[in-house]
């Protein structure tokens, strides 16, 4: 069987959340988030943002968070900005644009949205009430090219929001890896701080399932339960998704299997660096994107699966690898040693 660097929920989850699962599996709870685990989790939360002011609500999955934060912000006129490898401009099926929201695409290398780049946008709109408003800034932290936010570029982009009357939204399907990347100078208090909401993404970082929504805008709070539940996303044993982040923020689980995870994309960039190999984007995520030549590609698909994610030239393409929680120190070795044993 060949292994997997597709993506990083291949896996089931940690087995710590797995044990917690089982061991309380016979407990009755009250339902629909009222669990005492998810209160627990939602208190934890609120102390690592040091913000208790904030709201927390766990979702299944990152387009339900997507879809429920945007749709529950934006009047029916208005829109988002996002960057062109946004994920909710190209993976989710047209979640927010089935809700009645355009979505306003910037072309970025690196994945990150600065002011400058939103100007053009805001000058372009101005036609009322012609035009759709924009009105909020999808951004992603990590991005979906592993790139990351320095905290003065956050800040920057925070300032410029709230002169121009917009909203912030951080996707944080991957935030775990973000925060613990090796140049990372951004704490949760400082998103806490930055965004009007954000969230942490327990799916991709070693739970089963789940994201946990926090709303810092008390404006946006009111009634966001009615939109959970009217797009079906309220859960009834709201105990499942408040056990695994429970345990996910109990002793900083969430932040050691993120940093695992970089650690050991970066054997891997560390070691083809070393022999002359050229990236896409310059990432200290757990996404690398390796540019190798269509030969090298060919070889390494025969043990490992992985996704060709662009066209370079005649002969050679950039893959994406990600590495998980799990990923262990022989995948990553055999990895390299196949790559070595062709040059």
Known sequence: MKFSFKNDYSEGCHPQILESLLRNNLDQQAGYGDDEYSQKAK?????????????????????QANLIVISSILRPYQCVISAATGHIL???TGAIEATGHKILSIEKEDGKLNPSDIIPVLESHKNIPHQVMP????ISNSTELGTIYTKKELEN?????????????????RLGHALTSEISDLTLKDIAELTDVFYLGGTKNGALLGEAIVINNKDLQQDFAFNIKQKGALLAKGRLLGIQFLELMQNDLYFNLAKNANQQAMKIKNALSERGVQFLSDTHTNQIFPILTDRMIEVLSEKFEFYVWKKVDENLSAIRLITSWNTQNEAI???????TGEL
């Open 333 to 339: 070795e055999e990895f390299i040693e196949t790559f």
């Open 43 to 63: 208190s934890l939360i609120k102390n690592k943002i040091e913000n208790q002011n904030s709201e927390v609500y766990f979702v299944s999955g990152g387009t």
């Open 157 to 173: 982009l925070s300032r410029f929001c709230k002169e121009n009357n917009l909203y912030l939204f951080m996707d944080g399907a």
């Open 90 to 92: 190209n993976n989710e």
């Open 135 to 138: 009105k909020l800034v999808y």
